[in-house]
């Protein structure tokens, strides 16, 4: 018997960026798309066209550099103007596909779109009609789905896929459902919608109660071949569900749920890795699959198992996932051949330039530690990706600080008028760092939030500092990596501010106008 193949429908790019304060650059969302291309998804949504001339950007760049796999698709409400958008930012697709949707629940359409259900209907079948004209690979999404009236559901999928729609998606956009319940409403639908035999049935479910990934599953066992998910379950709110934990859940339990996916699941952990930097979202230790414990075993019974025969607790390899158990430590005597060949066991394929620039990096940074760690190279090749045109760089800095005196931090920064240096006292070192970086660039600087946490362990951890800064509604971030965690946070500051310049441009009361 074949084993039905389930589409993974990757919304990091779309519903992903919808995460609260996660706001993605547009070469950013190209390379979390080159990273999804080979992960091997089966669509991208790479956007939300009208939403703003950046998201047009994206899904266009998108459309055009992503060749030879997966669907590139753009949501559009149900109207004319947001399927235009789409339609021309999906231009350069090879297999362009329009995701539509209108709610269909009766608090959405009564309080939100203020329409009645006819209305819904008719507009749901123009909207389908109207995205076909130019594609052939339509969605339609009844948003707030398990919300909705189950039979009025069948009605508009009946009529959506008459009029061309080629997939239908059926939104938990609350994360209301369970399990039972969401496998039940999928059964529903094949047994209710006439022509469900000439479309797609996708689900895409929000981890409000925590029961996503679990309800994807139930919807999966009933009938649905389309799963809409994000890396490590970014999304609106609570998230969506998680790519990394539907995969693996049936890639592990194939015998159970009789299907399987295309996905490569050796890219899994780096793409989540690449996300979490370039997102500003870090990813919780315990988090299944991808969370920094998920293959680590503290007790003693546990590890007396996993000695003898790690599948006593382990139900995934590591390797599966793409994480390396190799034995060989990296440090100050390594060579370039094995700095390349750890680059290339860790899933990254990269110019030869870009290596040369990253073995400086690591040389420096086995200067300063005794052992370099993968979790240090990746950080090391991320920090390489979220590289952007400069306004300020760190060139110098020192920090006095004790407990019984006030922090004094002195900065010098480069700029394309030279340099400029200022020394600021703060309530502890970070915050003198911080105020002498903001006397340094000539104006205030917003800070929403400041996080530091080890990139590996140790007592010469290589450190992460993620900085949030905002700006006219905007939240920008900023990531520094260092030994000196002070130096990492420095960097961070400095980054934010960068970012903040190239989208809000530099305030009058600047001292400089900046390196670019
Ligand atoms: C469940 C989801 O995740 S849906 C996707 C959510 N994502 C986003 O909203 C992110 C991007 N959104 C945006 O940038 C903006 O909301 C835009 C550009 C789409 C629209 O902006 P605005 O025109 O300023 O409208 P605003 O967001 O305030 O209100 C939404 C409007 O769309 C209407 N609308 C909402 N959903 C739909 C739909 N599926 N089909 C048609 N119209 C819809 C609402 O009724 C409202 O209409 P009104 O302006 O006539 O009252
Ligand atoms: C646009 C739709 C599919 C959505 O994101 C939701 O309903 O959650
Ligand atoms: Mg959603």
Known sequence: MDIPVIKIFDTTLRDGEQTPGVCLEVDEKLEIAQALAKLRVDVIEAGFPIAS????????????????????????????????AAVNALKQAERPRIHTFIATSDIHMEYKLKMSREQVLA????????????????????????????????????????????????????????????????????????????????????DDLGMSVANSLAAIENGATQV??????????AGNASLEEIVMALHTRKEFYKAETRIDTTQIYRTSRLVSTLA?????????????????????????????NSLTYEIMRPETVGISRNAIVLGKHSGRHAFEDRLKELGFE???????????????LADRKKMVFDRDIEALVNEKVSLKPEWYRLSYHHVVSGNQMLATATVRLETSNGVVEHASCGDGPVDAM???????????????????????????????????VECDDRSFSGRGLSTDVIEASAKAYVGAINKMLAVCGVPETSNETGIR
């Not at 950046?54 to 947001?82: E, H, T």
């Not at 369970?178 to 000439?198: M, T």
């Not at 809409?228 to 709110?237: H, P, V």
């Not at 870009?354 to 690591?362: E, S, Y």
Request: with cysteine; net charge negative; charged share 25%.
């Open 228 to 237: 809409e998910c994000a890396m490590n379950g970014l999304g609106e709110r």
């Open 53 to 84: 001339p950046g998201d047009f950007a994206a899904v266009s760049q998108v459309a055009a550099k992503i060749k030879g796999g997966p669907a590139i698709a753009g949501l559009a409400r149900a109207g004319q103007k947001d399927i235009d």
């Open 434 to 468: 911080f105020k002498a970086i903001e006397a340094a660039v000539g104006f205030k600087v917003s800070l929403q939030d400041y996080t530091i946490k080890a990139v590996t362990s140790g007592e010469d951890a290589l450190g992460e500092a993620i900085v949030w």
């Open 350 to 364: 990269l110019d030869s330039d870009t290596v040369n620039m990253l073995f400086v990096r690591f040389k420096e």
């Open 123 to 206: 507009r749901a079948e123009e909207a389908v009609r109207y995205a076909r004209k130019f594609v052939e690979d339509v969605e339609f999404s009844a948003e707030d789905a398990s919300r909705s009236d189950w039979d009025f559901l069948c009605q508009i999928y009946t009529a959506v896929i008459d009029a061309g729609a080629s997939t239908i998606n059926v939104p938990d956009t609350v994360g209301y459902t369970s399990p039972s319940e969401f496998g039940a409403l999928i059964k529903y639908i094949r047994d209710h919608v006439p022509n469900i035999h000439r479309a797609a049935i996708s689900v895409h479910c929000h």
């Open 280 to 308: 500003g979202i870090s990813v919780p230790p315990n988090k299944a699959v991808v969370g920094e414990n998920a293959f680590a075993h503290e007790s003693g019974i546990h590890q007396h198992g996993v000695l003898n």
